[in-house]
């Protein structure tokens, strides 16, 4: 089978894993869970956090123990047998498709905002740009996610430093600020229960570092980058997005954000920053430009790697000079404009309906890795062979603990009126990729029926 590059480096992985979980949801929708939970929202983070650092930490093991496996999608496969890599393959690679034509019409609208041209014109052109990005080569996707993550963390890490300042009372005109974690309300003024709900919007936002196991089959370190980088990137992660966020209700009273503005740019604005506005503006533009980038790379190679199994169609295998799957890339292009037209003509009914039936995607994707990794684990322990050197803590209550976790959260969806059409058209989209695999199973068996005799013939005239 046609081999993929192998021209990213340590450093491209790392801020690949970075840069997937950083994007706008950090930066402008944090805003509408702090206005749901309150100061509380920083537990949310913390118990979805742990679940995604329970999952990277099985994927950690089974990159160990499963070297050859190049995908995150392809453990499913490894545990779960080709049904579990077929749906978890197409679901995720949905999930991603839908990411591509929603960043780029963000980044539209904010240079709209700029130019004053069409919305769609520039979501178009800035699709054109990342198409040519990723048909050059691995090599300058890993290059544009260095330094567009680069960027994001380097925000971050300033905004800490100025908040963190403020907070504490050294830069702030009336002391330190933290009182407000109470002051209006008490650190959950709505409940334990809004923390839990709260929890279930984060989640999605926490999505992302699994990344890391696709980037990695175009390095040289491959498997080792995965174990390497699999739970120590997400601490940080999981460090920058609740200290950024309780920082950011320190300093600013949480009755003062408003959903859909991003709680950054008011935190900047109270600290009398007049420049908060334009940065946060072009740091918002570099997130969602890393977005669409990884969105675009991540659908190519998972399309590719369903391909190379007979689960998609085989043209979409071949690869260019530089080892890239191009007709994957184009397939992802063409979507992608298809959902900014969808998204910005008539036909904006069609294109919400395929966004809501991506909402509980990742969820199902996750717990079906968690089964994977039970069924691994299990079979390796019954072999009788030593426990693999990268082990998954607390083995097998750990991985309970975290289905247990992920079907909370698909529970709250379920009885959340908000949430309740995502989980129905998310259901949708599972029951239709399970559909999918048994016809495709179907004619396979039928056609290797078919080919049998004629085999046979051939041996035996």
Not at 115 to 124: A, F, I, K, R
Not at 373 to 382: G, P, Q
Request: glycine share 10%; aromatic share 10%; hydrophobic share 55%.
């Amino acid at each position: 089978m046609p081999e993929l590059s192998r021209s990213l480096k340590s450093r491209h992985i790392t801020m690949i894993s970075i840069g997937g979980m950083i994007g706008a949801g950090l930066f402008v929708s944090s805003s509408a869970a702090i206005v749901a939970t309150g100061p509380a929202i920083v537990l949310s983070y913390l118990i979805t956090g742990t679940l995604v650092l329970l999952v990277m930490r099985m994927l950690g093991e089974m990159a160990v123990t499963l070297p050859q496996v190049r995908s995150f999608t392809e453990f499913a496969r490894a545990g779960l047998g080709g049904c579990g890599g077929f749906v978890a393959g197409w679901l995720y690679w949905y999930f991603w498709m839908i990411v591509v034509p929603v960043e780029a019409i963000a980044g539209a609208n904010i240079l709209h905002g700029w130019l004053g041209l069409p919305p769609l014109g520039l979501g178009v052109a800035l699709m054109a740009v990342m198409t040519a990005v990723n048909l050059m080569s691995a090599r300058s996707y890993g290059e544009f996610e260095f330094w567009f993550a680069s960027i994001k963390v380097a925000a971050i890490v300033v905004f800490i430093a100025l908040a963190a300042a403020y907070a504490f009372g050294l830069t702030s005109p009336g002391g330190n600020t933290f009182g407000n974690l109470s002051a209006f309300g008490g650190f959950a003024p709505k409940g334990a229960t809004a923390v839990l709900s709260g929890a279930v919007t984060v989640y999605f936002s926490l999505t992302g570092a699994e990344i890391t196991t696709i980037a990695a089959a175009e390095s040289r370190e491959g498997a080792r980058a995965v174990a390497r980088l699999g739970t120590t990137v997400l601490v940080r992660i999981l460090t920058f997005y609740a200290g950024s966020v309780l920082l950011i209700v320190a300093v600013v009273p949480w009755v003062q954000v408003r959903a859909g503005e991003s709680p950054f740019t008011l935190a900047l604005t109270v600290m009398h920053f007049r420049w908060a506005s334009l940065a946060m503006s072009v740091i918002i533009l570099t997130a969602v430009l890393s977005c669409l980038n990884s969105a675009f790379y991540v659908c190519s190679r998972v399309l590719f790697v369903l391909a190379e199994h007979g689960d998609a169609p085989a043209y979409l295998v071949q690869l260019n000079a530089r080892r890239v799957p191009t007709r994957s890339v184009w397939m992802g292009s063409l979507a992608g404009v298809l959902g900014i037209f969808a998204a910005t003509a008539h036909s904006q009914k069609v294109f919400a309906f395929l966004v809501n039936a991506s909402g509980a995607l990742m969820v199902f994707v996750y717990m079906m890795i968690v089964m994977a990794h039970l069924r691994l684990r299990r079979a390796r322990e019954a072999s009788g062979a030593p426990p693999p050197a990268l082990a998954m803590w607390l083995f097998p209550w750990a991985d309970y603990l975290a289905l247990g976790g992920m079907a909370s959260v698909l529970i709250a969806m379920a009885v959340t009126p908000e949430m309740q059409r995502d989980f129905r058209a998310s259901v949708l989209s599972l029951a239709v990729a399970v559909a999918a695999y048994v016809v495709v199973e179907v004619r396979r068996r039928a056609g290797a029926a078919r080919a049998a005799p004629a085999a046979a013939q051939g041996e035996h005239p």
